[in-house]
T-cell receptor, first 113, second 115 residues
Framework: GENVEQHPSTLSVQEGDSAVIKCTYSDSASNYFPWYKQELGKRPQLIID?????GEKKDQRIAVTLNKTAKHFSLHITETQPEDSAVYFCAANSYTGGFKTIFGAGTRLFVKA | NAGVMQNPRHLVRRRGQEARLRCSPM?????VYWYRQLPEEGLKFMVYLQKENIIDESGMPKERFSAEFPKEGPSILRIQQVVRGDSAAYFC?????????????FGQGTRLTVV
C-alpha cells in the first residue's frame, strides 16, 4: 500500500544552523506534499506544501524541494531558532476514491541556543 | 470559522467500556479523516469519510472500532470494549476535498486514557 518514509527521526542543530529533513513516498499518483509542525501537546499545523507540478517552493526560512522521478521530497529550514524545536511530519496524498493524507513517522528537531 | 472541533479533549475510560469521540469539521468541509497518535509516535491513518459514506477504512482495526459521518451532526469514532493499548491521542482532520489534494486542518485531538 501507500507509504511515506521520513529521515532522520531525531535531529539536533545549533541555533542559526540549517536543518534538512528527507522523505520518500511510494504512490506514484501522489500530487500533493504537505509538511506539518507539531509542538508538544498540540495539533499538527501546516507550515508549507508543494504540488507535483512544482520542483521547489520557499517561504521565508522554509523551503521544500520535490523530485518526482525519484519520489523524494525534502524540507529545509535555514537560520534555525529555538522556537523551531518541534516534531515535523512530511506527508503525501493518496487517491482512494478521494484524497487522503499519509504521514511519515516524524522528525523531532531540537534547536540548541 | 471555528475550525475543526473535537470533543471531549480528554476522556478516561475503564477497560471494557465504550469510548465515543466526536468531530465537527470546518464549515464547508465534507471530508473527514481520523488519525491515531501513540505517545512519541507519528500520525497513523485510520479512516476517511464523506457524508454518509466510508471511503477508506484500511487503517481501522478489524474489531471494536467503527466510524460514521451522518448527514446531520458530527463524525463519531467509536471504540467498544476499550483496552489499555487504545490509550492514545485521536486526531480528526477535515478538508474540502476536490480533484487535487488539499490541506487537512486538524482538530485539537481527544486524548483517551484507558485505566
Amino acid at each position: 500500500g501507500e507509504n511515506v518514509e521520513q529521515h532522520p527521526s531525531t535531529l539536533s542543530v545549533q541555533e542559526g544552523d540549517s536543518a534538512v529533513i528527507k522523505c520518500t513516498y511510494s504512490d506514484s499518483a501522489s500530487n500533493y506534499f504537505p509538511w506539518y509542525k507539531q509542538e508538544l501537546g498540540k495539533r499538527p499545523q501546516l507550515i508549507i506544501d508543494i504540488r507535483s507540478n512544482v520542483g521547489e517552493k520557499k517561504d521565508q526560512r522554509i523551503a521544500v524541494t520535490l523530485n518526482k522521478t525519484a519520489k523524494h521530497f525534502s524540507l529545509h529550514i535555514t537560520e534555525t531558532q529555538p522556537e523551531d524545536s518541534a516534531v515535523y511530519f512530511c506527508a503525501a496524498n493518496s487517491y482512494t476514491g478521494g484524497f487522503k493524507t499519509i504521514f511519515g513517522a516524524g522528525t523531532r528537531l531540537f534547536v540548541k541556543a | 470559522n471555528a475550525g475543526v472541533m473535537q470533543n471531549p479533549r480528554h476522556l478516561v475510560r475503564r477497560r471494557g467500556q465504550e469510548a465515543r469521540l466526536r468531530c465537527s469539521p470546518m464549515k464547508g468541509h465534507s471530508h473527514v479523516y481520523w488519525y491515531r497518535q501513540l505517545p512519541e509516535e507519528g500520525l497513523k491513518f485510520m479512516v476517511y469519510l464523506q457524508k454518509e459514506n466510508i471511503i477508506d477504512e484500511s487503517g481501522m482495526p478489524k474489531e471494536r472500532f467503527s466510524a460514521e459521518f451522518p448527514k446531520e451532526g458530527p463524525s463519531i469514532l467509536r471504540i467498544q470494549q476499550v483496552v489499555r493499548g487504545d490509550s492514545a491521542a485521536y486526531f480528526c482532520a477535515s478538508s474540502p476535498g476536490g480533484p487535487q489534494g488539499t490541506e487537512a486542518f486538524f482538530g485539537q485531538g481527544t486524548r483517551l486514557t484507558v485505566v
